[in-house]
T-cell receptor, first 113, second 110 residues
Framework: DTAVSQTPKYLVTQMGNDKSIKCEQN?????MYWYKQDSKKFLKIMFSYNNKELIINETVPNRFSPKSPDKAHLNLHINSLELGDSAVYFC????????????FGPGTRLLVL | GEDVEQSLFLSVREGDSSVINCTYT??????LYWYKQEPGAGLQLLTYIFSNMDMKQDQRLTVLLNKKDKHLSLRIADTQTGDSAIYFCAESNSGYALNFGKGTSLLVTP
């Protein structure tokens, strides 16, 4: 009955590899987000999709590419991983835009060696 | 972007009240949120307040909003050791993403 789920929970990989993180929500929401939490716990928006359309794309390297196959899924693909990509990545969802309450997944802890 | 500021640490004794403060700069913020993050866990929505309210109470939690000063606070009554966590203040306006503070680490000592 998990509302927002992410896989994998932990990801350890070598620099230069390509990896994907998946997110699914069963809340029937139409908007999904990716946030990055750095080692100092600072959370920052990366991307937002509404009805499968990209609506926010913050200053994120183009090695990061989100994909939304349907409203319930928002995946994050990362090419040529770098040490600085090590962080916790959180997926979230909301119904609608503009200030609607966002519900977060458990996070994916990415460590790049 | 707009700033959301919080003090980084707070330590209280079990049974006391905790007050976590937050200031923000965006005067068009419509919703303000408090999220809790336990060690190694995700973000749990604790409570939120709409900008036309000045107070909201939910069991042990009381949120106070001073819109004029752009100041938000979260009071936890009868703080327990299980309340030890990082508490994030976040604001949202007409944008589509939450703007988070850096979090306040609350330590509850017996």
């Amino acid at each position: 009955d998990t509302a927002v789920s992410q896989t994998p929970k932990y990801l350890v990989t070598q620099m230069g590899n390509d990896k994907s993180i998946k997110c699914e929500q069963n809340l029937g929401h139409d908007t999904m987000y990716w946030y990055k939490q750095d080692s100092k716990k600072f959370l920052k928006i990366m991307f937002s999709y509404n009805n499968k359309e990209l609506i926010i794309n913050e200053t994120v390297p183009n090695r990061f590419s989100p994909k939304s196959p349907d409203k319930a899924h928002l995946n994050l693909h990362i090419n040529s991983l770098e040490l600085g990509d090590s962080a916790v990545y959180f997926c979230a969802s909301s119904q609608g835009l503009a200030g609607q309450t966002q519900y977060f997944g458990p996070g994916t802890r990415l460590l790049v060696l | 972007g707009e700033d959301v500021e919080q003090s980084l640490f707070l330590s209280v004794r079990e049974g006391d009240s905790s007050v976590i403060n937050c200031t923000y700069t965006d005067s068009s913020s419509t919703y303000l949120y408090w999220y809790k993050q336990e060690p190694g866990a995700g973000l749990q929505l604790l409570t939120y307040i709409f900008s036309n309210m000045d107070m909201k109470q939910d069991q042990r939690l009381t949120v106070l909003l001073n819109k004029k000063d752009k100041h938000l606070s979260l009071r936890i009554a009868d703080t327990q050791t299980g309340d030890s966590a990082i508490y994030f203040c976040a604001e949202s306006n007409s944008g589509y993403a939450l703007n988070f503070g850096k979090g306040t680490s609350l330590l509850v000592t017996p």
